[in-house]
């Protein structure tokens, strides 16, 4: 098992930039793939972005790439989230998933997941 804990995030005007942070703790961190989802009020949870287990390869979604960097740190135990060019769109609970195969944009793919990050985007 692994366990998740989200960070950074807060309240920022249209146009600012926040850096969400995942720490794990548990099983071996560079088993598993992680991404990112969010979950804006009345929305179903969506896939905003993966990283797979040594970091190489990175997946967005379409709303997201070019502003959204996600990266991972093994020895520290972290994935990053740098959000740039922040829109009111952005706003939502934001989670970090955890799976030991691979990256799907699909919630059920994963097995653990944080307690979740507010990001609140004002205009």
């Known amino acids: 098992q692994v366990q998740l804990v989200e960070s950074g995030g807060g309240l920022v005007h249209a146009g600012g930039s926040l850096r969400l942070s995942c720490t794990a703790s548990g099983d071996t961190f560079s088993s598993y793939v992680i991404t990112w989802f969010r979950q804006a009020p009345g929305k179903d949870r969506e896939f905003v972005a993966g990283v797979t287990k040594s970091g190489g390869v990175t997946y967005y979604a379409e709303s997201v790439k070019g502003r959204f960097t996600i990266s991972r740190d093994n020895a520290k135990n972290t994935v990053s989230l740098q959000m740039n060019s922040l829109q009111s769109e952005d706003t939502a609970v934001y989670y970090c998933?955890?799976?030991?195969?691979?990256?799907?944009?699909?919630?059920?793919?994963?097995?653990?997941w944080g307690q979740g990050t507010q990001v609140t985007v004002s205009s």
């Open positions: 998933a955890a799976d030991s195969l691979m990256i799907t944009a699909r919630p059920s793919g994963y097995d653990y």
